[in-house]
């Protein structure tokens, strides 16, 4: 399918690594502009460096999604540079607080604290200064990165999880909110993905029962969602806004008690 992404501006936050890594790839891919927006200068440069090399056009722009002045800072440069930004890729998340982040009792506040600003304030940060521009320009589309931690419970990532659910609900909000002046909102779910840091630490037995209870034999890539990311982009999407698509080997769609049941 052609995306037609010609020329189109587009920020990926969190686009040095993982998910966002292949968000950038593809959307260069398809013809667009892309400004990775991440905090490791180093992976920044090579993810642009790469791109350059496949013949796409990337641009690094290091950038702490936290800081608004940063946020700003950003947006300015984009605008200036390419005068409009048809797409955000509300990606980038501070995973690192995920291993002080149990159950809810046992939560320290300051942790989910410092995962809402990471998780939720920072997607939002991104929002506060990216609609304005494209409700300026007659529109633009945002992909915001969920999880299905966001549409379920476990018994640990409370922060986490809390955090996904809230940036679903601003997904809806921004859709709602600024739908008639041509700017969509979607947000992405996925199960666990295999991006070089999960493929990492992801211990065998963990990695063994998520594919037991899931609806396929194998576990997601982010190449899984990053194809879905650049069509949410994309005209091709028109129709679509204000919604949370899975991507998650079916694991979401199944009762709990289906893998012992098979
Ligand atoms: N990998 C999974 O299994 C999985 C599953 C569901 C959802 N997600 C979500 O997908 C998104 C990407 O996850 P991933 O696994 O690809 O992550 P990753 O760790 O591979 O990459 C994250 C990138 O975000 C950058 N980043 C972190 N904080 C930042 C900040 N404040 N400002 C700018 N950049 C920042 C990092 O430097 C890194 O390049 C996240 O929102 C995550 O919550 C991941």
């Known amino acids: 399918m052609e995306l037609e992404l010609d020329g189109k501006v587009a920020i990926v936050t969190g686009g040095a690594n993982g998910m966002g890594e292949a968000v950038a790839h593809e959307l260069a891919g398809n013809g667009a502009i892309v400004v990775i927006a991440d905090i490791d200068t180093e992976r920044s440069a090579l993810v642009e460096k790469e791109i350059r090399e496949a013949g796409g056009q990337a641009h690094a ?10 946020v700003r800072s950003l947006v300015e440069q984009v605008t200036s540079r390419f005068g409009r930004i048809d797409f955000l890729d509300n ?14 009792v046992s939560l320290d506040p300051d942790v989910l604290a410092q995962t809402l600003r990471g998780n ?3 997607p939002f940060l991104c929002c506060r200064h990216v609609v304005p521009v494209m409700v300026e320009q007659g529109g633009g589309s945002i992909v ?11 018994v640990a990532l409370s922060a986490y999880a809390m ?5 679903i ?27 070089r840091n999960v493929d990492a630490y992801m211990p ?3 990695r063994a029962a998520y594919i037991r209870n899931s609806a396929t034999t194998y576990l997601g890539t982010p190449q899984d969602v990053s194809g879905l990311v650049a069509f949410l982009a994309s005209d091709r999407a028109r129709y679509m806004t204000g919604h949370v698509i899975p991507v998650d080997g079916g694991i979401t769609a199944a009762l709990a008690v289906v893998a012992d049941r098979r």
Do not use: F, W
């Open 61 to 70: 722009i290091v950038t702490d999604v936290r800081e608004e002045e940063q």
């Open 91 to 104: 990606n980038a998340a501070s995973l690192e607080l995920t291993a002080q982040d149990p159950d809810v």
């Open 120 to 122: 939720l304030i920072a």
């Open 144 to 154: 915001n990165m969920a999880s299905v931690a966001g549409l379920t419970a476990d």
């Open 163 to 167: 955090s996904k659910a809230g940036v």
């Open 169 to 195: 609900e601003l997904t809806r909000l921004v859709a709602v909110q600024y739908g008639k002046q041509g700017v969509r909102c979607n947000a992405v779910a996925p199960a666990t993905i295999l991006t």
């Open 204 to 206: 065998d037995d963990y």
